[in-house]
């Protein structure tokens, strides 16, 4: 079990409505939210940190989704006590997917509302679900790449979310997390669809050059789907474009209308 008291950059807080929990995009860790604002309406925006980078620097990445997926829902397990939402981009997605599973699983106070965008099904074999990179073309990974074509898309990265050059005593560091982020994603499939009871969006982004829109489709296997498509590549993401807060916002109160109207019913 990882260390439970890092696994957010600080405490929720206790006066907020409900909560809006963001898994990270690969090779990147909680800060990769840093240009979001603190809230999307009632949601307090709480980045979940993985072990291996920023804070939690000295932790090894992990290298299996259900182990991050159960050590994440004991973490996080005290902080599920109001109405709440996974959001996951790309890596995050199937992290938030899993995650969401396994909460339910333990019979925890489950996601008002999961949103998954940029990433394929994780049922599909992953040579089907990620294209070769292209020279020239950004935000495709592959466990082939040299650790300088990994270098070049951390600079990528951190040039998109409005960063330095990063320090080159600090490359091997990043490139270590990038890479095991990668050959988790790629080494992660279930064998079949695992729908969850929350209700689900999924968002597709014009111009990723990787996840068409259309092939967030198939996450109606995995639940009660809504998609969305928005105008952006597969960096737009981490720069909390307006487009997105005010999907989050409005996703978040149709799924929180739905579920008071199931509970009124129920109560009845």
Known sequence: MQSTGRWLLKPPSPEAEARLFCLPYSGTGASSYRRWPTRIGPLEVCPVQLPGRENRIRHPPYRSVPDFAADAAEALAPHLDRPYVLFGHCMGALLAHALAARIEDLGLNRA?????????????????????????????????????????????????????????????????????????????????????????????????????????????????????????????????????????????????????????????
């Open 112 to 268: 008002t509302l999961l949103v998954v965008s940029s990433a394929a099904v994780p049922h599909v074999p992953a040579e089907q679900r990620y294209r070769a990179p292209e020279a020239g073309v950004g935000g495709i990974y592959h466990p082939s790449m040299t650790d300088e074509q990994f270098a070049d898309e951390l600079h990528h990265v951190s040039a998109a979310l409005g960063g330095e050059e990063i320090l080159p005593e600090l490359l091997p560091l990043a490139l270590r997390v990038l890479r095991a982020d990668v050959e988790l994603c790629y080494g992660y499939r279930l064998p079949a669809p695992r729908p969850v009871r929350s209700p689900l969006t999924a968002i597709g982004w014009t111009a990723d050059p990787e996840v068409a829109p259309e092939a967030m489709l198939r996450w109606s296997a995995y639940g009660n789907a809504r998609h969305r498509v928005l105008e952006g590549d597969k960096l737009s993401c981490l720069a909390a474009p307006t487009a997105l807060t005010r999907l989050l916002e409005e996703e978040y109160a149709c799924a929180a209308s739905a579920t008071d109207k199931t509970t009124t019913r129920g109560a009845r």
